[in-house]
């Protein structure tokens, strides 16, 4: 039974509004019982949007594993990549995916360090989606190699045939940026639930379950020294995971800057991929978590004021990518380089001329509608707009990789390119997997952080204590 100071049932809780972080009327114990009573919910009891969902998701898994067993035993020549298109859907996904992960370390870390209240009920949800993103990233490379069973020579290891990467590969680079970023993010996020998984541990109504949660919390009994030394480590970790949130989609980025091949060889795709990957993280923390909060009765703890904050940043971030588009655009006509010149002709009039078009409608145009306030605090139109910023950014990637490629240098080297039904199938599979990775985890493991809800809880209760004392 859940206990709380609210008069109304939890369906039936209006939302707060844009100015507060959480509803009144939630003490400690019901924020306990409020977060940890999604995940100590029977299985049979859970939402049936939950269940269709995550059985939805487990297909897709298996069209995944399906076009990886092909792939295996075919070869890459089952993707659509041919001379001059080398890249295709494995490394557009690639970047997509990174890009992705992005806005969970933003919201943790950087956030966190400026003292953003307004995080909390959206932090862990979105370093969760950090992790299964980068788990969905990691595999297209390792896919593309062709050999994917030889998949550690990409890392520098001791052995008898003394061989060893070149460090001057965007492979290696990438193999290094993704892994410290995975690894970052797996402890800041393991760390940060450290003392809820404590709170599960005590709440818990069976012995398993107790057994469990007591073993993951590794001894914490919230002692004055559990805490000091919490929030040392943590605050250590906010500082380290905050470069990687430029340095590593800055690598992505001189996979295709360092080239001669026009359309990537441009000092703006740092900062550009930079913005571009924050956007799309915060597009898809939107996507998934306004159905979340709809499905767990979650309104009071994820607000309004939630919601309007990450459209705002995903707003400016729009805006800093639009900026990148209309340099490259600009680049293109200013270096008097025919060649750069003609690759943006044919990017916007080509064959592909209708994913450049369909890609500035997406991500400059339509988002231009968060301007205005009421379309901010409308949840169906910001979830709606949220999907369709992650499409265009699929397309921005799209466009980068193929249409820079197609056309080459020579008219006897161009082509085209069609992604197979196995491109498809894997594209989809990992989508599959990542949202099933996401459903296991809403219930398994308190998505919002209860610690630090009940740290906004208590800043509130005195906030309107000091103004009942003022009056």
Not at 177 to 202: H, K, N
Request: charged content about 15%; glycine content about 8%; some cysteine.
């Amino acid at each position: 039974m859940i206990t709380e100071k609210i008069e109304l049932p939890p369906e039936q809780i209006p939302d707060p509004g844009p100015n507060r972080i959480l509803s009144p009327g939630h003490d400690y114990q019901s924020v306990s019982e409020r977060i940890g009573g999604v995940v100590l919910l029977p299985l049979v009891n859970s939402p049936k949007k939950w269940l269709v969902g995550a059985f939805i998701s487990f297909i897709f898994v298996n069209i995944l594993m399906f076009c990886m067993y092909v792939l295996f035993f075919r070869g890459i020549g089952t993707w659509g990549v041919n001379i001059p298109i080398g890249w295709g859907f494995a490394i557009v996904n690639f970047v997509w995916w990174i890009g992705i992960g992005h806005a969970g370390t933003l919201i943790s870390a950087i956030l966190f360090l400026l003292k953003q209240d307004w995080r909390t009920s959206i932090n862990r949800f979105s370093e969760a989606m950090t992790l299964f993103a980068v788990a969905c990233a990691g595999m297209f490379p390792i896919l593309h190699l062709g050999r994917p069973w030889l998949a550690y020579w990409l890392f520098p290891y001791p052995n008898s045939m003394w061989l060893w990467p070149q460090p001057r590969s965007p492979l290696e680079w990438d193999v290094f940026a993704v892994s410290t970023y995975g690894t970052v993010s797996l402890v800041f996020w393991y760390i940060g639930l450290v003392p809820d998984l404590a709170t599960m541990r005590d709440i818990a109504p069976k012995m398993w379950q107790k057994k469990i949660y007591a073993v993951l919390a590794l001894g914490w009994r919230g002692s004055a020294i559990h805490w000091h030394r919490y929030q040392k480590a943590y605050l250590l970790l906010a500082g380290l995971a905050t470069p990687l949130v430029l340095s590593v989609h800055t690598v992505v980025s001189f996979d295709f800057a360092i080239s001669i091949i026009p359309g990537w060889h441009t000092t703006i795709f740092p900062p550009y991929f930079v913005a571009g990957a924050i956007y799309s993280g915060f597009a898809m923390v939107l996507t998934l978590i306004i159905p979340m909060r709809a499905w767990y009765n979650m309104r009071d703890l994820v607000t309004l004021r939630h919601i309007e904050s990450a459209a705002k940043l995903m707003l400016g971030t729009g805006l800093i990518v639009a900026y990148g588009y209309s340099m490259e655009a600009f680049f293109s006509w200013y270096s008097g380089d025919k060649y750069e010149s003609f690759m943006y002709w044919n990017r916007m009039t080509g064959p592909y001329g209708f994913t450049y078009a369909m890609l500035i409608a997406c991500n400059i145009a339509i988002p231009q509608l968060l301007w205005i306030k009421k379309v901010r605090q409308t949840i169906w139109a910001v979830w709606v707009l949220s999907i369709i910023i992650n499409i265009g950014m699929w397309l921005e990637r799209f466009v980068i990789v193929v249409t820079s490629l197609h056309r080459d240098f020579l008219p006897s080297s161009w082509g085209m390119y069609i992604p197979t039904k196995y491109d498809w199938g894997t594209y989809a599979g990992t989508i599959g997997f990542f949202l099933l990775l996401m459903f296991l985890f809403v219930r398994m493991l308190p998505s919002i952080s209860i610690f630090e809800v009940r740290e906004v809880v208590h800043h509130e209760a005195h906030e309107r204590q000091e103004l009942l004392e003022a009056q």
